[in-house]
């Protein structure tokens, strides 16, 4: 089994699950033994690593040349989604997969199709690893993780591919938006960087989402419903106004390319008080500042319909596109382009209908364009991720610190 894999399968077994709701850094606690471990391998590599109390993870390979070349870095993030479980996670291959359905769980009868997912019929004929459907995978992104690691490890082993300084840098919280909070750019010492925390194979990003959370907090008035009339709030019926008021059209599974949304992620809710989680993404700064302004006059529309502020709004900006910062070191871009076509994979330069640590990393100073991994509906229980891509994203990686070399 090559490296990556064995990497990989070690590394989910880890529960690093992120929680948004947490006021700590990292937000678990759990997070730092991933880190810690990692800390460990890369010491053993010979490399000189640390991990902060926040749990940021760096480590650094000297240059062995004399020749004037840029350092570059390489970062994923520990965290899993909180969307699911991480715990107790379960990989099953499939070997030479046949294009059919993957039964991922018989007891509670979990089925991947691609008649739900297409894209699997890409994969006929390869080796792939899923869920056991109980669980996410965590492809996203501790694949990143272990093809870092794994490529580092090859570039220790050959001394002779030359190569300037390297940075390695393992992130917490990313999947609640706060990874680079405490990114000490400084100290990781990097001139560019690349996230490894794409999906699909191929996949090479420069421009992502501007992101923002809104939390809602709608305040209701509990009466006996036997004596309601016009004294009884509803914060539910409230909530329900309010979504009401948002266009219909601009969800996530109505939109894609370059369309934003607005995406409820959180309800609950009673009579006395309801609280709502959105997040907000568009590509457009202007059409994301709208996005928010119509979020802010819907709230303002039923508070004055109730003559009171049943509804309280927090509404903080996350991230933004990396797009304009990535323009200014375009060579960046160009050379992981370059580094897939040594790889031989015809890269699929795209937007990410997401965020990366990059994206702030990028704002910061650091230009940050984001690799694939290879992995596949990442966050549920349907996540899988190709072998092959995994391989292949240690080739890429490679290849980018010789390019460097050579630039």
Avoid: W
């Avoid at 769980?105 to 699997?120: A, G, Q, R, T």
């Avoid at 010492?189 to 996230?195: I, K, P, Q």
């Avoid at 709608?218 to 909530?239: L, Y």
């Avoid at 894609?256 to 008080?273: K, M, Q, R, T």
């Amino acid at each position: 089994m090559e490296e990556v894999i064995e990497r990989f399968l070690k590394y989910v077994k880890f529960d690093t699950q992120s929680d948004e709701n947490s006021n700590t850094v990292p937000s678990t606690r759990k997070q730092l033994k991933l880190g810690e471990r990692l800390v460990q391998e890369l010491k053993g590599m010979g490399i000189s690593a640390d991990i902060d109390d926040k749990g940021y993870v760096m480590g650094y390979l000297p240059a062995n040349t004399e020749e004037k070349v840029k350092a570059v870095g390489f970062i994923a993030h520990m965290d899993t989604s909180p969307d699911m479980s991480g715990e107790d996670v379960n990989p099953q291959f499939v070997e030479n997969y046949d294009g059919e359905d993957i039964v991922l769980s018989k007891e509670k009868n979990i089925v991947l199709s691609p008649k739900d997912f297409p894209e699997m019929l890409s994969y006929t004929g390869k080796t792939l690893i899923t869920t056991d459907g109980t669980t996410l995978l965590g492809a996203d992104d501790k694949a990143g993780i272990a093809e870092i690691m794994t490529a580092i490890s090859y570039i220790v082993k050959h001394p002779e591919i030359k190569h300037g300084k390297i940075c390695i840098g393992f992130t917490p919280d990313e999947e609640i938006g706060r990874g680079a909070d405490y990114f000490d750019v400084k100290k990781f010492g990097a001139d560019v960087a690349y996230t490894v925390d794409g999906g699909e194979f191929g996949e090479l990003e420069c421009e992502n989402f501007n992101a923002a959370g809104a939390k809602l907090v709608i305040h209701g008035r509990n009466v006996h419903p036997g004596s309601a009339k016009d004294k009884m709030i509803n914060s539910i019926s409230v909530a329900e106004e309010f979504m009401s008021l948002l266009p219909k059209n601009q969800v996530p599974e109505h939109t894609e390319g370059y369309e934003g949304f607005y995406h409820i992620v959180a309800f609950e809710g009673s009579v006395e008080e309801t609280k709502l989680q959105y997040i907000i993404r568009d590509f457009s700064k202007v059409e994301f500042e709208n996005k928010k302004k119509l979020m802010l006059n819907a709230v303002k529309f039923v508070n004055e319909k109730y003559g009171i502020n049943v509804i309280d709004i927090d509404i903080k900006d996350q991230y933004y596109n990396m797009k304009e910062k990535i323009d200014e070191a375009k060579y960046v871009v160009d050379i992981a382009y370059k580094a897939m076509e040594k790889a031989q994979i015809k890269p699929l330069v795209r937007p990410i209908r997401g965020g990366t640590d990059g994206a702030r990393l990028s704002f910061m100073g650091l230009p940050t364009p984001n690799l694939f991994t290879g992995g596949v509906n990442f966050h549920g229980k349907f996540e899988y991720i190709p072998t092959f891509a995994m391989e292949k994203a240690v080739e890429v990686i490679i290849n980018i610190v010789e390019l460097y070399k050579e630039k």
